[in-house]
């Protein structure tokens, strides 16, 4: 199989023209390429479709294979991938992602892609459409609540340990919760965030951001990402920890978020309500593998 991989602010993952190249079986190929050791290494796979309503589809799944509705930093290496590779010579060009169409303005360099934005919709508050079970929140809260904004949560830790958060909750078409900290470096990341995403407050479980604010045109973002773990960057965390930011009056409607991979600008526009992202998008390498030679790590 014929691959390219790729990277936004250190989002990695593996590109596949899923029109040239057919895999059975894929949740269990993505665990055995994604893994870093055994395989190609990356956050999970990504397949480039033809599509009936878009100019193309992403079909994206996490490291451990399961399905994810959509990637900002994702997507944008899927406009880089068929633009520089010549499937398409269309700026901007329309990608469809678990169902919804994004449109993706190129930026170019040398007549190759450099940084993308992307208009990544409106923000979903609506806790059933996140989803987020307020059922499962210790502190009680209107069941007809548009929004979780600042809502406290209990967290039960493997070893029976409690500690309490507060998150705000924003779909960018996956599910994420926000939470404040003083400091990004000092949070326990993998003891947090499995707690986080495996939390009964979220039926398809969570991404979770853990935000320092800088000033109100800066913030500093950690993410731990369902399915995968700690990442080194976000696109759609970035964007809704902004519109969290702007719910909290923690940051203004366009601020720079700065990732351990790199920095995206967001915008959440007053005049449509939409959420627009800017970042890089680079090709790391390509490549064939022999997928049937790819062991896979028994943990």
């Known amino acids: 199989m014929k691959f390219v991989k790729m990277q936004g602010c250190g989002n990695d993952y593996i590109y596949v023209d899923g ?10 190929v993505v665990q055995r390429l994604s893994d870093r050791h055994f395989g190609i290494g990356g956050d999970g796979v990504i397949f480039i479709n033809p599509s009936e309503k878009a100019d193309f589809e992403m079909e994206m799944y996490n490291a451990d294979g399961t399905r994810s509705e959509m990637c900002g930093n994702g997507i944008r290496c899927v406009a880089k991938f068929v633009y520089d590779l010549g499937l398409t010579d269309k700026n901007p060009v329309r990608i469809e ?29 609506t806790p059933a ?18 929004k979780v904004v600042n809502q406290p949560i209990s967290l039960v830790f493997p070893d029976g340990s409690t500690a309490e958060s507060r998150m705000t909750c924003v779909s960018m078409g996956n599910p994420h919760a926000v939470t404040y900290v003083d400091s990004v470096d000092a949070v326990e990341m993998e003891r947090i965030g499995l707690t986080y995403e495996h939390h009964p407050a979220f039926p398809k479980y969570v991404n979770t951001e853990f935000i320092e604010v800088v000033d109100p045109k800066q913030i500093r973002m950690r993410v731990w990402e369902r399915g995968t773990g700690e990442t080194l960057a976000c696109g759609t965390g ?3 920890s902004v519109v969290a930011g702007v719910l909290n009056g923690k940051n203004e409607r366009n601020t720079t978020v700065h990732l351990l991979g790199g920095d995206l600008q967001v915008e959440w526009r007053e005049e449509d309500n939409c959420v627009y992202m800017t970042g890089p998008a680079r090709i790391v390498f390509a490549g064939e593998v022999d997928i049937d030679k790819v062991e896979k790590y028994k943990h």
């Open 129 to 146: 459409e996140v989803p987020v079970d307020i059922r499962a929140f210790a502190s009680p809260i209107d069941p007809n609540a548009d």
């Open 19 to 28: 029109a040239k190249e057919h895999v059975e079986n894929k949740p269990e």
């Open 238 to 240: 970035a964007c809704a």
């Open 97 to 125: 992602s678990g169902g919804k169409v994004k449109t993706l303005y190129l930026h170019l360099k040398d007549g190759k892609v450099d940084t993308v934005t992307v208009n990544m919709g409106e923000p979903i508050l």
